[in-house]
DNA sequence: TTGCGTGTTGACAACGTTGTCATGAATGTC
DNA sequence: GACATTCATGACAACGTTGTCAACACGCAA
């Protein structure tokens, strides 16, 4: 049968081709009677009009790329679906882009990139959403993005982002922690090259200073987001004159580095120790117990960011919006025992 | 700047539109001087050819599809990476496409895709690469396509494929179990429409059969590759009569619900019970004991099944492959307790 | 009647690449 | 030396679409 092109729309329908392209595109000026013949024919042939040919005669592009380098398979699938969602709606292409955040020439291989794929522009995730040299080097490229980063507030810093608001996240946690009786907490940092790692920590220590209780510096470790530094910085904590008596995970996977810990211990959680992480990962749900955590609607935040993308590159001025995780409550908490 | 063109090149290297063609191609039929020129220019000029304009004229398509409908991140990952390294060496395009493989309508749904994105062909993940029906369908829509499945050996039924030995695997963790003195060994099913399921539990039995192990029906229930399953399995073998003293999850997130359930029904994992699991995800390893359980390189499978693709489509006649899972022994498994 | 604006339509070129075919030069064969 | 064969190269059309511009029909005011 062969693929219909929209030349056989323009002859089924009688039509020229140009109108047949005012019908697909939208485009004003064209009979109502004409543009259902038009429909019609499209129906009839089952015509799909030619991305290659689009992009190709068009400027403007039909696709977008989606840049990350995050070992967290959870938090990258997600963000898939939510651009898959509304590139499929709006009709565009999406190109994913896994790459090494530290490559020295990300610029250049984010440009050939857009090149190569004729994309209209790019949404990225962390940690390359918060470097500023290399946003500055992609503006200079004239590439379209939208970054997702961590953030309180908009930085108004004129590159369109979402942002999520981990540092409210933490507090809440840490808040949540204090009111079950908690006053040592533990805090095991996420990787620095994160900006949502500094921005727990922020909240932690926020909601310690509101409750007026004691920032022991002991308490708070160094390390990256995985669960061979949960399990480290716990066997640390664990080992310290006071111990504390709850520990909160900049991530799940720290959170269960602690669990393992924990239970090489001796040590019940959550009657002996309390464990918070962080993300709502399937891991937080189906771990013994079960995880206390933050969970973000990562789905839903990628969704926003390529409607951004895809509203500003049709030209449209579209404001950041922020994004508040929310706590979920599950069986590693409890009250600390009471002092013996 | 602009983008540089095949006609800048030209210019440049003071040679006609084609043989710039010709040498990008690696066609036969050009000095080596003038190859030399041309590639000169090509690096001075950044040239990168242009992919919609390359597959708009050329029928050929310079892109390839990944097809998936599975829940399990990890694995999806890996195979997008094994697909997307293949892609970049061999100048190709990847189009993820996650989908619904109950979907009443796939095979039109993938003919769409494969049109509207001028796709070469498909790899498609289990379950698509498993019905027939489907298959038949692509295949009277000439779409080149590569599966990979569960399968003992090559199916050799014309669709191309890349197998995986889970009944070979299967059969190495049981066999392993058998081996630690386990005589009762629960075995809990995944989802049907998996063709891994019959599969592992086809080595499952085999192992008992070849070492004179009795198969007791009662140690045999039906579930999904679920977390749930694997609890509700675990606890309906845990109240038998003779419950068994090992247990083999047909995955890793049924192992963790086994491993949930034991820690709710007070079994010291692996003193008490063995739990082994299959698939090696991380979870497998930061779970509390880490799980025995069976590591496939899903990355290089993945890898392979896209190489077979570009073959196919470039005329090769190439033949299936077939891969083996490894056993990975880990702290989950122990010899049973001695009868009291 | 003329002139003008508006709404609808089509002819044609162009996007950047590759396929087809032609051309001329170099080489081999008798 | 004549002719066939191969090699290296280029001119040109074509892929399917959209942008530009012109043309036409219509209604309305002068």
Redesign the interface.
């Known amino acids: 049968m062969g693929?219909a092109t929209i030349r056989d729309v323009a002859r089924q329908a009688k039509v020229s081709l140009k109108t047949v392209s005012r019908v697909i595109n939208r485009e004003g000026s064209v009979r109502e009677e004409t543009r259902a013949r038009v429909q019609r024919a499209i129906e009839q042939l089952d015509y799909?009009?030619?991305?290659?040919?689009r992009?190709?005669r068009s400027a403007k592009s039909y696709a977008i790329g989606l840049v990350y380098d995050n070992p967290n398979?959870?938090y990258?699938?997600a963000m898939?679906?939510g651009a898959?969602t509304v590139c499929r709606e709006m009709g565009f292409?999406?190109?994913?882009h896994?790459c090494n955040s530290r490559g020295p020439r990300l610029a250049e291989e984010l440009r050939?990139l857009v090149?190569?794929?004729?994309l209209a522009g790019l949404v990225l995730a962390p940690p390359m959403s918060e470097r500023v040299a290399l946003l500055r080097e992609l503006a200079a490229y004239n590439i379209p993005l939208v970054r997702v980063i961590s953030a309180a507030e908009d930085p108004r810093d004129g590159f369109p982002c979402v942002f999520v608001d981990d540092r409210d996240a933490a507090y809440a946690i840490t808040a949540y922690l204090i009111q079950l009786g908690h006053l040592r907490i533990g805090f095991l940092w996420g990787g620095k090259q994160h900006r949502s790692s500094p921005e727990r920590y922020k909240g932690y220590e926020k909601a310690l200073r509101e409750y007026g209780v004691p920032l022991d510096e002991e308490l708070v470790l160094e390390g990256d987001y995985s669960?061979d530094d949960g399990f480290r910085g716990a066997r640390r904590l664990f080992g310290l004159a006071e111990p504390p008596t709850a520990i909160f995970g900049s991530n799940d996977?720290i959170a269960?580095?602690v669990?393992?810990a924990a239970?090489?211990a001796g040590l019940h959680v959550p009657y002996d120790l309390s464990v918070a992480g962080f993300e709502d990962s399937?891991?937080s749900?189906?771990?013994?117990p079960s995880l206390t955590t933050s969970r973000q609607r990562t789905e839903l935040i990628s969704e926003h960011a390529a409607r951004l993308l895809i509203a500003q590159i049709h030209g449209g001025n579209v404001a950041n919006e922020g994004f508040s995780p929310e706590l979920v409550v599950r069986g590693s908490t409890a009250p600390p025992r009471p002092r013996q």
Do not use: C, K, N, V
Request: aromatic share 10%; hydrophobic share 40%.
């Open positions: 693929t799909r009009p030619d991305l290659s040919a992009s190709l398979p959870y990258i699938i898939q679906q898959l292409g999406l190109q994913i896994p050939d090149r190569r794929s004729r669960f996977e269960a580095g669990l393992a239970r090489a399937p891991f749900r189906h771990s013994w």
